[in-house]
């Protein structure tokens, strides 16, 4: 088996037979034991926002990119535009590119828009929050259709979904998760707000 490996603020984690560990000295990751960004040192809470670039207005989601030289970084707008960047920008600079952007400056260079909106574009609050709320049982779903079943870890909110599964089936969840939020967003438009 090849063992996943991918980035967890900005420190890279591998699945091995006893879960995540960071690839560098073995110990578990977990929500328990998430060390700080790999950038700015700063102690980055389990789920929450990246310390650096927290409650950036008109931000629906934000990564810093965590000190990795790629374009890891990006910023997700409230309107469903996505920009994206490198991980080495810093949280200064992106506050200010941010600013910039939402008083009708364009983007600088090294900052480029996708161009594909972000699926809560045209969405209501009411909406984007069912999707939100909903996206677990997507995500249980989809490791149902893998052929496997979600861990109790998971279930209890302990452990990343991808908790026991096999590569196969983590390519599987991957692979369709932009299909299942496309169905959330179906569900939530045919509600009435």
Avoid at 103 to 132: C, E, H, I
Wanted: glycine share 10%.
């Amino acid at each position: 088996m090849n063992a996943k490996r991918f980035p967890v603020y900005g420190h890279f984690v591998v699945e091995t037979t006893k879960g995540l560990v960071y690839e560098d000295d073995g110990s578990i990751c977990s929500k328990d034991s998430v060390r700080p960004c790999k950038l700015c040192k700063a102690k980055v809470e389990s789920g929450g926002h990246d310390p650096c670039i927290a409650n950036l207005p008109g931000v629906t989601y934000a990564c810093c990119g965590h000190g990795l030289d790629t374009a890891s970084g990006y910023v997700a707008f409230d309107d469903g535009r996505c920009m994206r960047f490198s991980g080495l920008t810093g949280g200064t600079k992106i506050r200010e590119v941010v600013d910039d952007i939402l008083n009708g400056k364009d983007a600088p260079n090294g900052f480029v828009f996708d161009d594909d909106t972000m699926w809560w574009a045209g969405l209501s609050d009411f909406q984007r929050d069912y999707v939100d709320q909903n996206i677990p049982r997507g995500i249980t779903g989809l490791i149902l259709k893998s052929g496997a079943k979600p861990s109790e870890a998971y279930l209890n909110d302990q452990a990343f979904w991808a908790d026991g599964l096999s590569d196969e089936q983590i390519d599987f969840v991957w692979n369709n998760m932009g299909n299942m939020l496309d169905e959330l967003v179906l569900e939530a438009k045919q509600l009435q707000v």
